[in-house]
């Protein structure tokens, strides 16, 4: 069941057969969410942690004055909450940015496999560096780049990371995403992120059509949002 999990993994680094095994073995709760829907609730305490075996998926921090900001993307292979297992409580939710498949697997088994298995809790601990390496690279986004830089990696980094677990075909991914939900995901009003998205067409680099991105030169779309994979650790080496 956990194939993306595998593909993730063994993109950075090799799994052993008893490590393989051992992670097929736990005690995999699967749910299906609609689009939209909550997956995990801010300020819940989670006993299992949640695996992303398809669609797509954001973390939500929702503001007093009502507004939403989309801090991060998951695609399939991705453990959403892995930090509860240490954190306890959530201080932000997880959503279903289109239909989704998740399996939960509990926090007492992970905790047992990365006791008995050093080198898979060393991966598993890996996950959450990763998902810090991608806040910081956010941070900057938002911080530092203008509309078309920012729309443009995260078209980027969408393609880098789906392309891991083999959901990119001839340049082409699903990104079933609204305007709406790109806006909170890059800060930007609706209108401003329809403009940037339109300029972003326009530069040749994708085609950008309803729930579909297709990549025509992904040299000149990552030169534009200045895109350095280092951060997604896709080097496979020892860890």
């Known amino acids: ?141 938002m911080g530092r780049m203008d509309p078309l830089r920012h729309i443009a990696y995260l078209v980027c980094e969408v393609y880098r990371r789906l392309d891991v677990v083999g959901q990119v075909r001839d340049g082409a991914f699903e990104f079933p995403v609204t305007q709406s939900e790109v806006a909170d995901l890059v800060g930007l009003s609706i209108v401003h992120t329809n403009r940037t998205i339109q300029e972003l067409r326009a530069s040749g680099y994708v085609t950008w059509q309803g729930n579909q991105v297709i990549v025509h030169d992904w040299d000149g779309l990552s030169r534009l949002a200045e895109f350095d994979p280092t951060y997604l650790n896709l080097v496979r080496r020892p860890r």
């Not at 909450?81 to 932000?92: P, R, S």
């Not at 498949?101 to 080198?119: I, S, Y």
Request: net charge negative; proline share 4%.
């Open 1 to 141: 069941m956990p194939e993306a999990l595998y593909a993730m993994l063994e993109r950075r680094d090799e799994l052993s057969a008893i490590e393989r095994k051992a992670l097929a073995s736990l005690s995999w709760r699967l749910r299906t969410y609609g689009d939209g829907d909550e997956i995990i609730g801010e300020g819940s305490e989670p006993t299992e942690s949640c695996l992303l075996v398809e669609g797509l998926a954001a973390r939500s921090r929702q503001l007093a004055n009502g507004n939403r900001q989309l801090t991060a993307v998951h695609v399939p292979g991705d453990f959403v909450d892995l930090h509860g297992l240490l954190l306890k409580v959530m201080d932000h939710a997880v959503m279903a940015l289109a239909p989704c498949k998740v399996a939960f697997a509990p926090h007492t088994e992970l905790r047992r496999v990365a006791a008995e298995l050093p080198h898979l809790g060393r991966m598993l601990f890996m996950c959450v560096a990763i998902d810090a390496a991608v806040q910081r690279n956010w941070i900057a986004c």
